[in-house]
């Protein structure tokens, strides 16, 4: 099975959702039937091995609104290499990850980590709230971070249903 991570950024110091990830795509690549890549933005374009298998592809960001960076090379690459994979494992919220899902047609299956709700950016949340709906709506499974955060997600309101709780480091 091949597995494709979309993260906002690999191998930083900065971010919890960056550090779950870092902890995550090694375990997954232990596995012999599994192979792992991740494609991220940072402050240069490359592309990379992983210790072990897989790659990393960095594009960097175009454009950057509050916490959320957007980038035409992640999209371009994603197009370029989302059909190589069988599963889509995004990190949200982050628009970049929506945009590319809506955008590409991409047809594997989507797993959704939800980590938080977006609270400080209220404006700009309105009018992002569409396109995250059209990911959690076009999401196979939603995996989320605790079992309270299933049960008191606004944003997850209409999609509990297709929601796990998975604590992070299990």
């Not at 592309?47 to 960076?69: D, F, H, M, N």
């Not at 980590?115 to 995996?143: F, N, P, T």
Request: aromatic share 8%; proline share 4%; hydrophobic share 40%.
């Amino acid at each position: 099975m091949r597995v494709l991570q979309h993260v906002k950024g690999f191998h930083t110091t900065l971010g919890g959702i960056e550090r779950v990830v870092e902890e995550l795509v090694p375990e997954l690549a232990r596995y012999p039937d599994v192979e792992v890549d991740v494609l991220c933005q940072g402050s240069e374009r490359r592309q990379y091995a992983l210790a072990g298998r897989g790659r990393i592809y960095q594009e960097r960001p175009t454009l950057a609104v509050s916490a959320a960076s957007l980038s035409w090379g992640d999209f371009r690459t994603w197009r370029s290499i989302a059909s190589r994979y069988d599963v889509v494992h995004v990190h949200a919220p982050w628009p970049q990850s929506s945009l590319n899902l809506v955008l590409s047609g991409f047809d594997g299956a989507v797993i959704v980590h939800w980590h938080s709700d977006i609270v400080r950016q209220r404006l700009l949340y309105r009018g992002y709230r569409w396109l995250e709906r059209r990911l959690l709506d076009r999401a196979d499974v939603i995996l989320v971070t605790s079992p309270k955060l299933l049960v008191e997600s606004a944003s997850l309101e209409g999609f509990r249903h297709k929601g796990r709780a998975v604590p992070i480091g299990l």
